[in-house]
């Protein structure tokens, strides 16, 4: 029987916002077989499980990643830089975050430790941010993970791969191979001096490139579980949907959960009732504005009632007004006022 083991990493504030409930959500929902080992950035936390979850520290138990954090410490890029200009994106939107090398560093350290050191035949990236909202059974873990693949992925043709879900076959005869063009990259600060890399410095352009050079020189074969060719949203536009969600941006951070209406699929959103739009437990993007907003079942008699004191309000506050204007009889005629009083008395009476 294959073994598997999933790997990720946070930092403090992440793991706060979200990443407990992500771990918890893990242990309540994968199987009990597989264990989740996560890298600590530079603090300590809660285990929710023990005989499920291992904590590390980060930077203690990978030292060659806090080598290459001393190496780039100055090697930040400004708002203004050269490469950012041909870079598709949102009017306004910062773009700086692609060439943050020593942030992205993190994950593909973790990977390479998890696939060099983790007693597993499969070793399973998960992003800390991703939500298992469903119990998955280990037959759809085994079957999105193929024997004869190197890695099961999701290939975005008009952008990086999503590498939210990386799932990496330690028994693949060439996997050592992949490790030794990915590591090289960081190791010997390559990212700098490869033209490939202009266009980003992320754990996603330094896989894209490792993978292309797997097929091209090995001619390895990958699982591509992208399948509806999603490029926005593909982790949870594929099966990996039916099983949990992934809070990829800002937005879905706040919102802990994806928009139902980013489910394009009916495939996803017709098997499970995470997408369903009459689930009530669904805080997302697209109807939070619209839930805080709900109007009572009984609005028709609050609206009367509300009205009925606004009335009174408006007539106890003019009379109140005309009592005192009445001392000024240059100002009123006393008694055009008083017939404009009950005037007013009999039609808010109707």
Same mark, same amino acid.
């Given at each position: 029987?294959?073994?598997?083991?999933?790997?990720?990493?946070?930092?403090?504030?992440?793991?706060?916002?979200?990443?407990?409930?992500?771990?918890?959500?893990?242990?309540?929902?994968?199987?009990?077989?597989?264990?989740?080992?996560?890298?600590?950035?530079?603090?300590?936390?809660?285990?929710?499980?023990?005989?499920?979850?291992?904590?590390?520290?980060?930077?203690?138990?990978?030292?060659?990643?806090?080598?290459?954090?001393?190496? &780039?410490?100055?090697?930040?890029?400004?708002?203004? +830089?050269?490469?950012?200009? &041909?870079?598709?994106?949102?009017?306004?939107?910062?773009?700086?975050?692609?060439?943050?090398?020593?942030?992205?560093?993190?994950?593909?350290?973790?990977?390479?430790?998890?696939?060099?050191?983790?007693?597993?035949?499969?070793?399973?990236?998960?992003?800390?941010?991703?939500?298992?909202?469903?119990?998955?059974?280990?037959?759809?873990?085994?079957?999105?993970?193929?024997? +004869?693949?190197?890695?099961?992925?999701?290939?975005?043709?008009?952008? !990086?791969?999503?590498?939210?879900?990386?799932?990496?076959?330690?028994?693949?005869?060439?996997?050592?191979?992949?490790?030794?063009?990915?590591?090289?990259?960081?190791?010997?600060?390559?990212? !700098?001096?490869?033209?490939?890399?202009?266009?980003?410095y992320t754990d996603c352009h330094v896989f894209d490139y490792t993978l292309e050079k797997m097929i091209s020189m090995y001619g390895v074969k990958v699982n591509d579980l992208n399948i509806y060719k999603e490029n926005s949203h593909p982790f949870i536009n594929c099966e990996l949907g039916l099983y949990m969600d992934h809070f990829k941006g800002e937005k879905r951070k706040k919102n802990k959960r994806s928009g139902i209406h980013e489910v394009k699929r009916n495939e996803i959103s017709s098997k499970?009732?995470?997408?369903?739009?009459?689930?009530?437990?669904?805080?997302?993007?697209?109807?939070? &504005?619209?839930?805080?907003?709900?109007?009572?079942?009984?609005?028709?008699?609050?609206?009367?009632?509300?009205?009925?004191?606004?009335?009174?309000?408006?007539? *106890?506050?003019?009379?109140?007004?005309?009592?005192? &204007?009445?001392?000024?009889?240059?100002?009123?005629?006393?008694?055009?006022?008083?017939?404009?009083?009950?005037?007013?008395? *009999?039609?808010?009476?109707?």
């Open positions: 029987m294959r073994t598997f083991a999933v790997v990720t990493t946070t930092h403090q504030s992440g793991f706060i916002n979200y990443g407990l409930e992500n771990v918890k959500s893990f242990v309540e929902n994968w199987p009990v077989e597989i264990k989740m080992h996560v890298f600590l950035e530079d603090f300590t936390a809660e285990n929710p499980c023990p005989s499920r979850v291992v904590y590390y520290d980060l930077h203690s138990e990978i030292p060659e990643l806090y080598s290459l954090k001393k190496r &780039n410490k100055d090697n930040k890029i400004n708002a203004d +830089d050269e490469r950012l200009k &041909n870079i598709k994106s949102k009017p306004h939107k910062d773009k700086t975050y692609l060439y943050d090398y020593v942030r992205f560093s993190n994950k593909s350290y973790v990977m390479f430790y998890g696939i060099e050191r983790i007693d597993a035949d499969y070793i399973i990236w998960l992003d800390m941010d991703v939500r298992t909202h469903t119990k998955i059974p280990i037959r759809f873990i085994e079957k999105i993970c193929p024997e +004869d693949s190197m890695v099961s992925y999701l290939k975005r043709e008009k952008t !990086y791969t999503e590498t939210g879900f990386l799932a990496f076959n330690k028994k693949h005869p060439k996997i050592k191979y992949y490790l030794q063009i990915a590591k090289d990259i960081y190791d010997n600060d390559k990212i !700098y001096t490869i033209d490939y890399f202009k266009n980003g499970n009732s995470y997408w369903n739009k009459n689930n009530n437990n669904n805080n997302n993007i697209s109807n939070t &504005n619209v839930q805080s907003k709900k109007i009572p079942t009984n609005n028709v008699n609050i609206n009367k009632q509300n009205n009925i004191i606004q009335n009174k309000n408006i007539q *106890k506050n003019i009379s109140q007004n005309i009592n005192m &204007n009445l001392k000024d009889k240059s100002i009123l005629n006393r008694e055009k006022i008083l017939k404009n009083i009950e005037k007013f008395k *009999k039609t808010n009476k109707k």
